[in-house]
Nanobody, 126 residues
Framework: QVQLVESGGGLVQAGGSLRLSCAAS????????MGWFRQAPGEGREFVAA????????AYAGSVKGRFTISRDNAKNMVYLQMNSLKPEDTALYYC???????????????????WGQGTQVTVSS
């Protein structure tokens, strides 16, 4: 079992930056691929970024590529999402998720992730 707790959300002006953190419990964290998803009001949850468990390979949604960076520190059981050049359309509840399958492929699908945090709110003002 893995428990995930996000932090670092807040209110920021357009063009600003935020760094989200996800603290994971559980000894097997380092073997899980990790992802970030987001859900805006009235919208479905969408993929943002993912990072592999082994070689640091990453994947991004087209809307955030070049602005967001996902990283992880297995020694600290942490995953991060550095968000730069934020836009009002980035406003959403951001979720951290863990994929325990061990697949070498980085999934962008909600159903492929087994554990979820409660989310942290990011609001970008124009």
């Amino acid at each position: 079992q893995v428990q995930l707790v996000e932090s670092g959300g807040g209110l920021v002006q357009a063009g600003g930056s935020l760094r989200l953190s996800c603290a994971a419990s559980g000894r097997t964290f380092s073997s899980y691929a990790m992802g970030w998803f987001r859900q805006a009001p009235g919208e479905g949850r969408e993929f943002v970024a993912a990072i592999s468990w082994s070689n640091g390979r990453t994947a991004y949604a087209g809307s955030v590529k070049g602005r967001f960076t996902i990283s992880r520190d297995n020694a600290k059981n942490m995953v991060y999402l550095q968000m730069n050049s934020l836009k009002p359309e980035d406003t959403a509840l951001y979720y951290c998720a863990a994929d325990r399958s061990g697949s070498p492929n980085l999934s962008r699908t909600i159903a492929e992730y087994d554990y979820w945090g409660q989310g942290t709110q990011v609001t970008v003002s124009s």
